[in-house]
């Protein structure tokens, strides 16, 4: 069996396929028993490893030699309100885990949902050129329970996405303390963090609450995947 485990590979290796996904048994006991390493570079166009709620909206670009996942239309909020916009890993839940972006935006936004159950249920990190102390449902990490999505993080941060560059994100979730850490391109410290245990498991996803961009070299690690949410 090939197996990738994070640190094998020197920074910026990349897979030739569009994804790897490894699955392995692990030793620790219970339901979140199982290792997983995913990249896609997306170098193939192909988009089988990802759900979508409306398939159409998304495609594979290039620019050079680099790939990348584009959204090609918003949708509006749900209601409750709420992001429905999110391109998941198909197949894949986990409860622990890092994950590992480029982000570009074209409008004035980008976000991240993670341990996703439902569209009524799931986190996002809503990543802005806005702070939240300018706009109050911007930029940080937001919660959905079946209610109007709510801030529990990020309020006084910097803006993550202060121009329309590709951003380096990473966001660090540990399900046994809680603990939220979203990271963008070299920040010491978190950019956001938060405790929190309201979802312990589900899947991840990449999108915009109501505007479109680019997503580039996806890398998510866990060593708890195999939850069930």
Known sequence: MLTARRGMFPVGWMFASATLITLVAAMAAGPANEVVDFH???SSGRLDAWQFPFPEDWVVKEEGPSHFLHMLRNREPLVPRRPQQFARIKGINVGSFTLEARLRRSGKSMAIAFNYVDN??????????DSGAKVDVHNGIFLVDGAPRRRIAGTEAAPALPDTNWQAVRIERNRASGCIKVFVDNDPQPRFSVIDNTFKCGQVGLGSFDETGDFADVKLSSTDAGCLP
Do not use: G, K, P
Request: charged fraction near 10%; glycine fraction near 0%.
């Open 40 to 42: 896609a570079d997306f």
């Open 120 to 129: 009524l249920h799931f986190y996002y990190a809503h990543l802005s050129a």
